[in-house]
Nanobody
């Protein structure tokens, strides 16, 4: 298990940008694939993007392609989500999560952060 703390959420107008950060507590951060998920009110949790342990591989949900960029800094035990051209439908609580392997399946992520709210106004 690894402790994860997200930050960087907030209120932004449509077309704006936000950068989310997720700080991990363990020095073994580089042994985890890291993912971002989101959950809007009344909707199920949704996969957004995952990055491999080294950062060389990524996989994006169609909704995130071309607008969101995931990156990680293993020296800082932190994963980032740069979100550009935000839309009202991106409004959700965003969660980072850690998995022992590269996966897009939420059940495979054993550690989750508390979430950070992103609200995009039209």
């Amino acid at each position: 298990q690894v402790q994860l703390v997200e930050s960087g959420g907030g209120l932004v107008q449509a077309g704006g940008s936000l950068r989310l950060s997720c700080a991990a507590s363990r020095r073994t951060f580089s042994s985890y694939a890291m993912g971002w998920f989101r959950q809007a009110p009344g909707k199920e949790r949704e996969f957004v993007v995952v990055i491999s342990r080294s950062g060389e591989s990524t996989y994006y949900a169609d909704s995130a392609k071309g607008r969101f960029t995931i990156s990680r800094d293993n020296a800082k035990n932190t994963v980032y989500l740069q979100m550009n051209n935000l839309k009202p439908e991106d409004t959700a609580v965003y969660y980072c999560a850690a998995a022992g392997f590269f996966t897009v399946v939420a059940d495979n992520f054993g550690s989750w952060g508390q979430g950070t709210q992103v609200t995009v106004s039209s």
